[in-house]
């Protein structure tokens, strides 16, 4: 039941993620909101071959390593809320603290 809840949160996580390198929230710093570790986990998918007139499946399991997330905040010119989540590293994740301003634009 725990490795289902890790790949939910991995799954979750990487689609916020994708959803905000698209252009839904351009903001590059902000005052971090929250921070998130998904630990070490495994996923499964499946690909298929034709064989013939047939899709043969051909499932596969792959490893997922440590990732850190922070979401950071802030209003924008029209005092409405945006927010963005960004990919960090485990010591960057360490040193910063909710509440921190964080600045991404480089």
Not at 14 to 35: D, F, H, P
Not at 70 to 80: A, C, F, Q, R, S
Request: glycine share 8%; aromatic share 14%.
């Amino acid at each position: 039941m725990k490795d289902v809840w890790y790949i939910t949160t991995a799954f979750i996580l990487g689609l916020a993620v994708a959803l905000m390198v698209v252009g839904c929230s351009g903001i590059t710093n902000g005052e971090v909101r929250s921070k998130e570790f998904v630990p070490e986990h495994q996923e499964t998918y499946t690909t298929y071959i034709k064989v013939g007139e047939v899709n043969v499946p051909q499932h596969h399991v792959r490893t997922v390593p440590d990732q850190w997330f922070v979401t950071i905040g802030k209003e924008n010119e029209d005092g409405k809320w945006k927010t963005r989540t960004y990919q960090i590293s485990k010591q960057y994740y360490d040193q910063c603290q909710e509440g921190d301003w964080l600045d991404f634009s480089d």
